[in-house]
């Protein structure tokens, strides 16, 4: 192989390692969850992203407004509203990864987030291969 073609090589690694990786689309915000039960604020938690219940807007009839399912009997008297949803969240390249608890049956799940074309958020909480997927809408 010519020294130029070998040069020339060199030159196109060296460029492509100092382009940036690809980065996920912001998700801080906030969101209406599905139906509209809540509102979630999604923003900086040190060095990730966290979600915390900003209100409940459509609480469920006969349903405390506490954490009623939470595993630490301890902390089952908290309210729901600044119960954080989401945590630990990096950009992981086109979304971004983290934590979701679910309120409703107590349990901490891996979760996946992203933006939909259409300007949603795409959150999905998983155990292993399967996740159960949820479209949360932009509140302004």
């Given amino acids: 192989m010519p020294l130029i073609a070998i040069r020339g090589a060199l030159i196109l690694l060296t460029l492509a390692a100092a382009l940036p990786a690809w980065a996920a689309q912001p998700i801080t915000g906030r969101w209406a969850t599905v139906e509209g039960k809540a509102i979630v604020q999604i923003a900086p938690c040190g060095k990730t992203l966290c979600g915390r219940i900003e209100k409940i807007v459509k609480p ?6 506490t954490d ?12 729901l509203a600044g119960l954080a949803l989401l945590t630990g969240f990096a950009d992981a390249g086109d979304l971004w990864k983290g934590s979701i608890y679910d309120p409703e049956s107590g349990k901490t799940y891996n979760s996946k ?5 259409d300007g949603t958020l795409k959150v999905q909480g998983c155990i292993m291969f399967f996740c ?3 479209t949360w809408t932009p509140v302004r």
């Avoid at 009623?68 to 309210?79: F, G, H």
């Fill in 113 to 117: 987030v992203s933006r939909n074309g």
């Fill in 132 to 134: 159960k997927t949820q």
């Fill in 68 to 79: 009623i399912q939470n595993p630490d009997p301890a902390l089952r008297s908290k309210p």
């Fill in 60 to 65: 469920t009839p006969g349903r405390p407004q």
